[in-house]
């Protein structure tokens, strides 16, 4: 059965503090996706990896880093966590050639 | 750049068909995908259909395509509660790593 997880289902920071949402697939899949998503604006895309230390800016990249240290694995990072940064985020992936994508639970983030 | 619209909400009576519509805005669609949100998940794909096809149906889902009006549909029939999710259109194009997702169609199923 394939997988995305995602570390946490719930994450709650303070403004200004760095935090790290990682994702993990085991279909050994080339492309790995972070998107946010907001009621009233469906999901936007952070950022992409179609490979291992490959990155593409999303539609919504800033205030956002991305790290693909190993295939299997995808961090998003938020150097200096803000207040409209809280928001419901969707990791996906999917295989090369391949366009379905495949969707983790998703983390809900709240920043004070 | 590319566009999916998609109305925000559906409320439907249980047993009735839905139809949830779409418009995208990119000629050169290929793909084009219904995922669905149960509460607290992420999504799932429910179906897809190529450009080159007008309809595919399967079991209770049925996806129409008008290619010339850039409009896709998704009827189910015999709406059951369970069906009560989020609906997302989605768009790309053959190559492309990147998916055009639409805001989502609330569709909520009335006992």
């Known amino acids: 059965d394939v997988k995305v997880t995602q570390s946490s289902r719930y994450l709650v920071k303070r403004t200004g503090e760095k935090v790290f949402l990682e994702c993990v697939q085991d279909?050994?899949?080339?492309?790995m996706f972070w998107y946010r998503q907001d009621p009233g604006l469906g999901l936007r895309l952070i950022y992409f990896?179609?490979?291992?230390?490959?990155?593409e800016k999303g539609d919504i990249p800033e205030g956002y880093s991305v790290s693909r240290e190993k295939k299997e694995r995808f961090s998003l990072i938020l150097e200096s966590a803000s207040t409209n940064q809280t928001s419901m985020y969707l990791c996906?992936?999917?295989?090369?050639?391949?366009?379905?994508?495949?969707f983790g639970p998703g983390t809900r983030l709240t920043v004070l | 750049g590319e566009d999916v619209e998609q109305s925000l909400f559906l409320s439907v009576r249980e047993g009735d068909s839905s139809v949830i519509n779409c418009t995208y805005t990119?000629?050169?669609?290929?793909?084009l995908y219904w995922y669905k949100q149960e509460p607290g998940a992420g999504l799932q794909l429910l179906t897809y259909?190529?450009?080159?096809?007008d309809m595919k149906q399967d079991q209770r889902l049925t996806v129409l395509l008008n290619k010339k009006d850039k409009h896709l549909s998704l009827r189910i029939a015999d709406t059951q509660t369970g069906d009560s999710a989020i609906y997302f259109c989605?768009?790309?194009?053959?190559?492309?790593?990147?998916?055009?997702f639409g805001i989502g169609t609330k569709l909520q199923v009335i006992p």
């Open positions: 279909m050994d899949h080339e492309n």
């Open positions: 990119d000629s050169s669609s290929t793909y």
């Open positions: 989605a768009e790309t194009r053959e190559g492309y790593q990147k998916v055009t």
């Open positions: 990896s179609y490979d291992v230390k490959m990155k």
């Open positions: 259909i190529f450009s080159n096809m």
């Open positions: 996906a992936s999917c295989g090369a050639g391949n366009n379905e994508q495949f």
